[in-house]
């Protein structure tokens, strides 16, 4: 990947959370990397690293052995027919980060030969703890662990059927916004039992990160590390079985599938 020319035609928000991960990325040549904007003057700062910071997608995609698309969903099209011509499958490969574009929508504008892929990440990117699902069409192996590599960079990656990106995007990107709901109802209960919403805050964020690390590190079940926590008759059960009389369960699948059904339509 060291060698690799990157650019990122449409550097907003998830685009700079991945120049963020590339920059601390060991070894990663700045000097490779190609943002773009309509009005990139905000990505100005970015200049004395190294990298080209700049308007011309044209110009970005020509150079580039990755060609990543960080636009809004309805952007793809124009910005497909804009780059298309300056595109050769021996040379790019192209990644979208587009909610909802699927490959056979991409290749309408591209040629049926040249790599094209899907990535879905989330905004944990930008401290290097996204999950990204990848699928793709057209790409060689080595092309598969460049981008693969690219992800890892900001988190980790998994590749999954084309299928499943939209129950991709549901559980990990729209996922963020669940797992912060609920946080934030915690410490709202946390208020409501005496702590100040500062203290009640700092306790939650360690609880849910001490929750993750302990079932990802030790490789368990969540309802594993639960039994663990449940004595009987205890103050655990009991709460945990209230809040499941009131729905808890039933309304994060609902809400999940809920999502679901809002992207397929
Ligand atoms: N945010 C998430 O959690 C998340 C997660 C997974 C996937 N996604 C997907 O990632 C994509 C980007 O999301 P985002 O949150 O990063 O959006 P964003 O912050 O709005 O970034 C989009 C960028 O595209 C630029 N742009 C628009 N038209 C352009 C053009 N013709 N040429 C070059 N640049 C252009 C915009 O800058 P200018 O106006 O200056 O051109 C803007 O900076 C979306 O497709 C979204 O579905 C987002």
């Known amino acids: 990947m060291k060698n690799?020319?990157?650019?990122?035609?449409?550097?907003?928000?998830?685009?700079?959370s991945i120049v963020n991960g590339l920059l601390e990325t060991?070894?990663?040549?700045?000097?490779?990397?190609?943002?773009t904007k309509r009005h990139p003057e905000s990505?100005?700062?970015?200049?004395?690293?190294?990298?080209?910071?700049?308007?011309?997608?044209?110009?970005?995609?020509?150079?580039a052995d990755m060609v990543i698309l960080g636009v809004k969903p309805y952007n793809i099209p124009h910005i497909l027919k804009e780059i298309a011509p300056v595109l050769s499958p021996e040379k790019q490969t192209i990644i979208?980060?587009?909610?909802?574009?699927?490959?056979?929508?991409?290749?309408?504008?591209?040629?049926?030969?040249?790599?094209?892929?899907?990535?879905?990440?989330?905004?944990?990117?930008?401290?290097k703890e996204s999950i990204t699902?990848?699928?793709?069409?057209?790409?060689?192996?080595e092309t598969e662990n460049h981008i693969k590599a690219l992800f890892n960079s900001i988190g980790i990656s998994i590749v999954i059927e084309e299928h499943l990106m939209e129950a991709a995007t549901v559980l990990g990107a729209?996922?963020?916004?669940?797992?912060?709901?609920?946080?934030?109802?915690?410490?709202?209960?946390?208020?409501q039992i005496g702590f100040d919403a500062q203290t009640a805050n700092a306790i939650v964020n360690q609880?849910?990160?001490?929750?993750?690390?302990?079932?990802?590190?030790?490789?368990?079940?969540p309802e594993a590390a639960i039994d663990k926590v449940t004595t009987p008759k205890g103050?655990?059960?009991?709460?945990?079985?209230e809040m499941e009389h009131h729905g808890f369960s039933a309304a994060m699948v609902k809400g999940v599938l809920a999502s679901y059904e809002k992207i397929e339509k």
């Open 43 to 63: 990505l100005f700062y970015l200049k004395p690293q190294g990298i080209e910071v700049t308007s011309d997608n044209k110009y970005a995609a020509q150079e």
């Open 235 to 241: 103050c655990t059960i009991v709460g945990l079985n």
């Open 4 to 16: 690799l020319k990157i650019a990122i035609i449409g550097c907003g928000n998830l685009g700079l």
């Open 174 to 191: 729209c996922g963020i916004a669940y797992v912060l709901r609920f946080m934030r109802a915690m410490t709202q209960g946390g208020i």
């Open 133 to 141: 699902c990848i699928c793709g069409k057209n790409g060689s192996t």
């Open 96 to 127: 979208s980060l587009a909610t909802g574009v699927t490959l056979e929508d991409m290749y309408q504008h591209l040629p049926n030969e040249i790599g094209v892929f899907r990535a879905m990440p989330n905004i944990a990117a930008d401290i």
């Open 207 to 221: 609880t849910v990160k001490g929750a993750a690390e302990l079932i990802i590190k030790k490789g368990i079940h």
């Open 26 to 35: 060991e070894g990663f040549n700045a000097n490779n990397l190609y943002v």
